[in-house]
């Protein structure tokens, strides 16, 4: 048995004015999650935009302007670049927090900058992935949602990886990246046993966007598949000021697992962890001895190949 208690995190955005009070924060939330025995801590994404309640006060608060998108984009463009002078603390301070408290750790993310092909400056939304000795590296979001490109300006990245951990392999994909079943197959064809899916979503309906994403990502691909999200109200936000959501850790249902391929569920909007310990050894065995094997038969040529049926009548 390869069993991994994994902490996935219903984050409280709140108005934190500097780094060492968000230090404190997440150093107090994974002092609870080890001490309930978690091996991995998944944080959601866009979880550290409450830092923007540490920067100068430029007097733009959500619906100051009305309808103008204008406005509301040229605010947002000017927080992300102001943003930019705390990452180094930042990512500094997630390694900390890994090594401190000996676990693996997904961080909540943060639109970073960079560069494209072409060399201009451009955001990505990152997290930061730790492991216990306090190596990092980072993951990309890949697909934009309407809200990301049109009006925050972030762009696609490209990095995604598998990341061979000493109780598994695991990757991430990022929100929206968890409705396209190729980014979460790759992966799975790369190697994970488990993805996990940091969120932020703003209603119901994205909310149950990314669980029913997640539950078909476990299902298809047979494996196990935990989600973190932001949780409540910070109408101070220009980004995140409504967060709904709950945590979920979904497996494929079948044979000595949970029939209705639901690990455990947090409670929606409720501040915390949802905590599970799953057995990372039940992917292979299912995947060998399941009563239906869906990841061998993902490429056969009866479910992607030929042309698309003729309409009848």
Known sequence: M?????ACCQYPIEPIGSLTAWRRKLDGMLASATEDGARLC?????????????????????GADGEDVAVARAALATQLEALQALVPDYQQILVDLARAHDLWLVGPSLPIAGTDAAGQRVYHNQAAVIAPTGAATFVDKLQMTRFERELWGIAPGQRQLVVEADFGRFGVTICYDAEFPLIGR?????????????????????????????????????????????VGNADWSLAVDRNVGAAHVFCPPDRGLPPDGVVASGELDRPGWLMATI?????????????????????RPAHVGGPAPTAWP
């Open 186 to 230: 790759r992966l799975a064809d790369a190697g994970a046993e488990l993805l996990l899916v940091p969120s932020c979503t703003d209603g119901l309906a994205g909310y149950h966007r990314v669980r029913v994403a997640a539950a078909a990502r476990a299902l298809e691909n047979q494996l196990f598949v935990a989600t973190a999200p932001t």
């Open 42 to 62: 998944l944080f959601p994404e866009y979880a550290a935009m409450e830092l923007t309640a540490a920067l100068p006060d430029d007097g733009v608060r959500p």
């Open 279 to 299: 057995d990372l050894d039940d992917v292979a065995r299912i995947r060998a001895e399941g009563q239906v094997l869906g990841h061998r038969d993902w490429g």
């Open 2 to 6: 390869r069993q991994l208690t994994l």
